[in-house]
């Protein structure tokens, strides 16, 4: 439960830290929101830390170990992050896109 209380306050931390919500569609809600690494090195990050697959606690630490670097790093939702993974741009992005063109 102690464990459950200091993951939590870390990931608020993190939270306020890159700006409380998703860069790309401005979603709020912090259960679906996560980090998102802008140089495509998330998997060497978790890599680097002990974790080959899920990074959580130790990344939040390791960021905030490092004052919150705000270079290469944001917040984007699930679905964001999903879609950047997949597609290269998150839909939001290619629809902004398409409203200066025309």
């Known amino acids: 439960k102690r464990k459950k209380v200091l ?21 709020t809600e912090s259960a679906f929101l996560t980090l998102e690494h802008l140089n495509g090195d ?11 697959r899920r990074g959580g606690l130790k990344i939040y630490q390791d960021l905030k170990n490092r004052g919150w670097p705000k270079d290469g790093y ?6 964001c992050n999903l879609a950047k993974a ?7 992005q290619r629809k902004s896109q398409l409203s200066l063109v025309g």
């Open 74 to 79: 944001t917040i984007l939702c699930w679905n």
């Open 7 to 27: 993951r939590d306050a870390l990931r608020a931390e993190f939270l306020a830290a890159y700006g409380g919500k998703c860069t790309c569609c401005n979603e």
């Open 86 to 92: 997949i597609k290269v741009t998150c839909p939001h």
């Open 42 to 52: 998330g998997a060497a990050h978790r890599k680097r830390l002990g974790k080959s």
